[in-house]
């Protein structure tokens, strides 16, 4: 299945800003083959929903490490292992918000 996503926030700025808009898969095929480089959306207990980019996939512990490309941004240097079961999506599309 497809979902769209409005991007809040400035973690992955200036690749995706805030306003922006993402289109994520949440079929089980591609949540299961992610890699380096991928963007996901996940949820996490205290932060709710966040979108970064995989790092690092453990495929012992059935998990991946996230990074933001913001210095402050939260991330796997704080929040550790995201696991698979947290992941909502996969991002295929992203639409940037116009500027005028």
């Known amino acids: ?11 992955l700025s200036p690749l995706y800003k805030e306003g922006d808009f993402v289109v994520i898969t949440t079929l089980p095929f591609f949540l299961r083959r992610l890699r380096q480089g991928n963007i996901i959306v996940f949820q996490h207990g205290l932060y709710g929903t966040l ?39 996969r991002v295929l599309w992203h639409i940037a918000k116009p500027t005028h």
């Open 51 to 89: 979108i970064k980019i995989v790092e690092r996939v453990l495929p012992d512990e059935d998990a991946v490490y996230v990074i933001g490309t913001s210095e402050d941004s939260l991330d796997s240097r704080r929040l550790g292992p995201i696991s698979h079961a947290a992941i909502k999506g």
């Open 1 to 11: 299945m497809l979902q769209l996503l409005k991007v809040t926030g400035e973690s």
